[in-house]
T-cell receptor, first 113, second 118 residues
Framework: AQSVAQPEDQVNVAEGNPLTVKCTYSVSGNPYLFWYVQYPNRGLQFLLKYITGDNLVKGSYGFEAEFNKSQTSFHLKKPSALVSDSALYFCAVRDTNFNKFYFGSGTKLNVKP | ETGVTQTPRHLVMGMTNKKSLKCEQHLGHNAMYWYKQSAKKPLELMFVYNFKEQTENNSVPSRFSPECPNSSHLFLHLHTLQPEDSALYLC?????????????????FGPGTRLTVL
């Protein structure tokens, strides 16, 4: 079945430390991969996407993500976390074979001072 | 601001009420979406409109009725809802799809309507 998995409901990290939010996917065709962030009482905001080309994608607010085809993963990373990064993060994938769009269940990121 | 607005931001309704959610996008996009967001569940895509035509309906109960009068406006009409329909309803828009050609579009979301069904 086509799907997106975010294995962690919550990630806790200290400010200044590197952070990783994990995402794996399962689709039949070539994937287009996205990360979105949702702050409290707000809609989702686009962070970055991978379509083709360089496996390392850089996005907004210093975030980056690495596409790993063999591991079918697209983990979100940031070298140094900020308290203001605390939010809900969603991974999404577009299955180009069936033109379907799938979101993960979200990972809550808590960055503590 | 993302250029996608939703009204109302909060709505409380009884199971016998009829209400409508409104979404408007100011981005010149041609595709619009309704999503349902429930706690600890993946976002559920409900409906997709591309150039005002409904292109996707993911087995949504008929008590939810979408309407897209033009590419900038999207409505979700609600009737005889159930308490389990309580959720955050998100609208999104994207550039849209050309005929036979997939557009690598990014979706832009509104702030959502927090719906509570009593």
């Amino acid at each position: 079945a086509q799907s997106v998995a975010q294995p962690e409901d919550q990630v806790n990290v200290a400010e200044g430390n590197p952070l990783t939010v994990k995402c794996t996917y399962s689709v039949s065709g070539n994937p287009y991969l996205f990360w979105y962030v949702q702050y409290p009482n707000r809609g989702l905001q686009f962070l970055l996407k991978y379509i083709t080309g360089d496996n390392l994608v850089k996005g907004s607010y210093g975030f980056e993500a690495e596409f790993n085809k063999s591991q079918t993963s697209f983990h979100l990373k940031k070298p140094s976390a900020l308290v203001s990064d605390s939010a809900l993060y969603f991974c999404a994938v577009r299955d180009t074979n069936f033109n379907k769009f799938y979101f993960g269940s979200g990972t809550k990121l808590n960055v503590k001072p | 601001e993302t250029g996608v607005t939703q009204t109302p931001r909060h709505l409380v309704m009884g199971m016998t009420n009829k209400k409508s959610l409104k979404c408007e996008q100011h981005l010149g996009h041609n595709a619009m979406y309704w999503y349902k967001q429930s706690a600890k569940k993946p976002l559920e895509l409900m409906f997709v409109y591309n150039f005002k035509e409904q292109t996707e309906n993911n087995s949504v109960p008929s008590r939810f009725s979408p309407e897209c009068p033009n590419s900038s406006h999207l409505f979700l009409h609600l009737h005889t809802l159930q308490p389990e329909d309580s959720a955050l309803y998100l609208c999104a828009s994207s550039q849209g799809e050309g005929t036979g050609l997939l557009v690598r579009d990014t979706q832009y979301f509104g702030p959502g309507t927090r719906l509570t069904v009593l």
